[in-house]
């Protein structure tokens, strides 16, 4: 495992990150719309397989620096919609990423 990740089959990569806290708070930080907000893109999780996870980003949001010019079009924010792939709160959140 490399500091990015590593592809574990075609169309497969895999993320495994070490964070401070107890796991309920990292969950927390994944899980709930308002925290992850804070730091990727807030949005429901429906927290069982095949469930919907929403995404909403907006650079506003995480950054005081303006939107760089590549993202322009997406200034306003940009959402989209995956499914839970598994699920077993606290230690387990797998989404599709397409």
């Not at 804070?38 to 620096?65: V, Y």
Request: hydrophobic residues 35%; glycine residues 8%; charged residues 20%.
């Amino acid at each position: 495992m490399n500091d990015y990740g590593v592809i574990t089959e075609p169309g497969t990569i895999v993320f495994r990150r070490t964070l401070p806290g107890p796991i309920e708070r990292v969950w927390a930080w994944l899980t709930e719309s308002e925290k992850r907000a804070k730091w990727l893109a807030g949005g429901n999780t429906e927290l069982r397989p095949c469930g919907i996870a929403e995404f909403h980003f907006r650079h506003a949001n995480l950054s005081h620096e303006p939107t760089p010019a590549r993202f322009k079009e997406m200034e306003n924010g940009v959402s989209f919609q995956r499914s839970v792939t598994a699920c077993d709160p606290p230690c387990v959140l797998s989404l599709t990423w397409l």
